[in-house]
């Protein structure tokens, strides 16, 4: 043999004039012992990378080798952390990003050999490949979180995505809708299946979720308040009923004196009442937005209705959502505080709303700015009267 070893875990090949030291990462959980050999060029170089991997392994910085791919880990991070734990929504958007795009780019790549230089190639080729800045931002924090789970079950020593630059935030462009415009939306839609659904975005700024999983029992005519607990959206092509988005979007809004609302509001609630008596089975779970048979109204039905409806009517182009986005404009308009606008939203805090609503708000500071300019110009006119005297 032209191997001998020449002290504990180094062994010299004469014929091929190479160290080899064995890494010994002790017993895996089969039972089975897990050594590893590297070659290194010099005796120091090689005494070097035994002495500092000893160093690691006392310092439990030093993980057991894996063949485990960014595929099946991911697959296996979906399934075991974030199905059980996150919203079905949020489950199946983190698939969809793995599935089209992580698992196709990255998904061949050994785990414990990702670096963030192929993380950072990653970035640059989904945007070449025409994703947004916003998506892609998701698709980092996708892998951030995944990879650090990684590290806490000890399968990496480091998170790789820790060391690499997503690219930078994009203001989202919303597009909303005037006051004026939206006057002339509410008269058009009078009389229409979902006016409720347009008006209750319009007026009060719900999302689409909030309209669809809207109850009789949340709402109290009398009272003259809304209240906001419980949400239906659509998943993989599948309505299901939810709970809020944060707990923050669990709020109570009057409506008293909106009278456009409640006297629509309460003629829905009088025809469904004589529709359930007429048949007992009519909408049994007392949605508010129902079909004329008594189904609930599919989300992703709701808003092609709407986007058809717009350009029926030669309305500027609009989505549903697009009307929250309207209501917080025209509260803006009024001046209304931006803790106030927030609260009626549901937004976790103030700094949600404002970088959603980057586009109006930065209108409102021109505004401020303008007046106090004015106030200054106004004190130093004064002044310069007074100087004449």
Request: charged content about 25%; overall charge positive; aromatic content about 8%.
């Amino acid at each position: 043999m032209s191997r001998r070893t020449i002290e504990k875990n180094i062994a010299y090949d004469e014929r091929n004039r190479l160290f080899y030291v064995t890494f010994n990462y002790g017993i895996d959980g089969s039972g089975k012992r897990v050594k590893k050999t590297k070659t290194y060029d010099t005796h120091i170089a090689a005494s070097d990378a035994l002495r500092i991997f000893e160093m690691k392994k006392q310092r439990h910085e030093i993980v057991m080798p894996t063949e485990l791919t960014v595929g099946v880990w991911l697959d296996q991070w979906l399934e075991d952390v974030i199905t059980p734990n996150r919203a079905r929504s949020t489950a199946y958007g983190y698939g969809n990003m793995i599935k089209n795009h992580i698992k196709p780019a990255l998904g061949g790549i050994v785990l414990q050999e990702l670096t963030p230089q192929q993380i950072q190639s990653y970035y640059v080729d989904m945007r070449a490949q025409g994703l947004g800045v916003n998506t892609v931002r998701k698709h980092h924090q996708l892998l951030y979180t995944a990879l650090d789970c990684a590290v806490r079950q000890e399968l990496l020593t480091r998170n790789p995505a820790r060391r690499v630059d997503p690219p930078a935030r994009e203001a989202p462009k919303h597009r909303f809708y005037t006051t004026e415009q939206l006057r002339r939306l509410f008269l058009a839609v009078e009389g229409a299946p979902l006016e409720p659904a347009v008006k209750l975005a319009g007026y009060l700024g719900l999302r689409r979720s909030e309209i669809c999983g809207l109850k009789w029992e949340n709402i109290d005519l009398e009272g003259g308040t809304i209240s906001i607990c419980a949400a239906r959206t659509t998943v993989g092509g599948v309505t299901i009923d939810k709970g809020p988005k944060t707990n923050s979007s669990v709020r109570t809004l009057g409506i008293a004196g909106m009278t456009d609302l409640e006297e629509m509001l309460g003629s829905m609630r009088s025809d469904q009442a004589e529709r359930r008596r007429l048949r007992p089975g009519f909408n049994p779970e007392g949605f508010v937005l129902v079909h004329a048979n008594g189904q609930p109204y599919a989300p992703d039905y709701v808003s092609a209705w709407f986007s058809a409806f717009v350009k029926a009517n030669g309305l500027p182009k609009l989505t549903l959502h697009g009307l929250r986005h309207s209501f917080a404009s025209a509260a803006n308009e009024l001046h209304i505080p931006m803790f106030k606008i927030s609260k009626a939203l549901g937004h976790s805090n103030t700094s949600v709303t404002s970088q959603v609503y980057t586009h109006l708000f930065d209108d409102t500071q021109s505004e401020v700015l303008s007046q106090v300019a004015s106030a200054i110009d106004s004190v130093g006119q004064k002044s310069e009267q007074l100087s004449l005297f």
